[in-house]
């Protein structure tokens, strides 16, 4: 018999592989469906300027069903853009190059998908723009074959209010009571690294409260252009397809280029031997391919723009880790921008140490990439490898057991995850030297502080010595030469006082 064949669509592919974007049990469908979820309001928030208020309220019945409702306030969604955001697998607003949580266009898909496989349950939405006269209320479900949206009831009231943002509710089979923990862990650390939000989470034998510590927001990320090291040829054809007939080689490069002016596009062309005032579209293809490979070799391109990226700076980061953490010790460092194959990246690591953290044989480490917490996987990030492998921590006056957490954060137009779960960074070189910059110079800090408190202590333990014979010698020299033995002690106790206030020096 011969073979029979047909296409799959996207819905079919994530509804057959549901593992690779994390749904792959029960426990962890619902801590990746809380994390959907969640992102995708940070992200309607924050990257808008707005500061965070995100409530998450989870229940569960006897039978299993997990019912789960997140809300923000963020920009909301249009109606008209409503059914294809939760019915459509590869549908967003963040295909393009600036810092976001979501990149894919799949996470809040992956949970409809989901609970509709799980429960037979639409996702219920209820959303308003900013400014909207109205609130839109939809109940959605993926047609899986199609790929395409089935609107099941649409409902639209007046927004008295003047609310805006999202409220998405979801109900599927799940375990919640194994997933709580890592839910928790979760939450935990979106609060750290988001100390300018209010979450709010309830669920059974949970309950989560995180008032905003701080009401300053990291910068708001731009939406930027390509940068002209991570072209390829496919995607030079793409934009000189969309480019007028009359645009030279220099104008192309200037216009739709990561910050190349006409000095450095003249310099570009005259390296690379093309004539600037070439029409673009009348290249041949092993021209456009020539072109491209010496766009990625060339030196001489500027560093991509940082303002696509959303940093959470020292400030913020110290603050974060200060409220959940509470640690006795705690410093941070945001390194300037670089990057690898043409995107830009900054890295920002944050140790803390003593107080209430529990000793471990190994630093504790907390990884966020664009701000959000990567709990799985572990072993084969890049951060592990940096802080676990590379670096000896003995050179910093750390022995193990230690008190002792680091906290990692890539933000980038392209994290270079390893996979569509979003749960390990991949060891680019140019970022594994960039998080061990950032980590060895917190553990500098680290030593100092460390010296200083051994020093302290050196100093207590010869005052507690001295002071034990003060008593005897103030007696003994007051034998010897008469002088009245109280004021040979606070003569003696005044002495000492000054060398601990001098640190010791003797
Ligand atoms: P991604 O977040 O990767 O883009 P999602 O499937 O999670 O993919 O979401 C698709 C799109 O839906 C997002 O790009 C965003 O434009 C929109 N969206 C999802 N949730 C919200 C929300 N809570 N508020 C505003 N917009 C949202
Ligand atoms: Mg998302």
Redesign the pocket.
Known sequence: MSERFRQLSPSEFFYRNKEIAGFSNPARAVYQAVR??M???F??TEMHGILPHITVQLKEDSEGRVFLAVE?N????SSL?VPN?FGRVF????YVLRQ??????????MAVLYAQMTTGQPVKVR?ATRRSKFIYEFEVMISIEKNIPVIKSIKVSKNNSGWH??R?ELVLRGNWSQAKKRVEEYVRRTALIAPYATIIFEAPDLSLKFERTMSKLPPSPVVGKPHPKGVDVEMLKMMIESTKKSTTLLEFLVGNFDGVGAATATKFCEWAGFDPNAKIKNLKNDEIELLASKMQEFSGWRRPKANMLSPLGEELLVEGVKAVLNPEFVTAVSRPPSSYSGYPFIVEVALAYGGAITSAEAPTLLRFANKIPLLYDEGVDVSTKVVRDKIDWRIYKVEFPAPLAIVTHVCSTKVPFKGVGKEAVADVPELESELEAGVRECARRLRLYLSRLEKQLEVKRWETTIRKYIDDVARSTSYVTGIDENLLRSKLYDLVRSKVARGGNR
């Open positions: 959907e979820l992102e995708n309001a992200d309607a923000d963020g920009i909301g969604i853009e955001v549908y967003g607003s963040k976001s949580r979501g990149v894919f266009g799949l996470g809040v898909k959303t943002g999202t998405v």
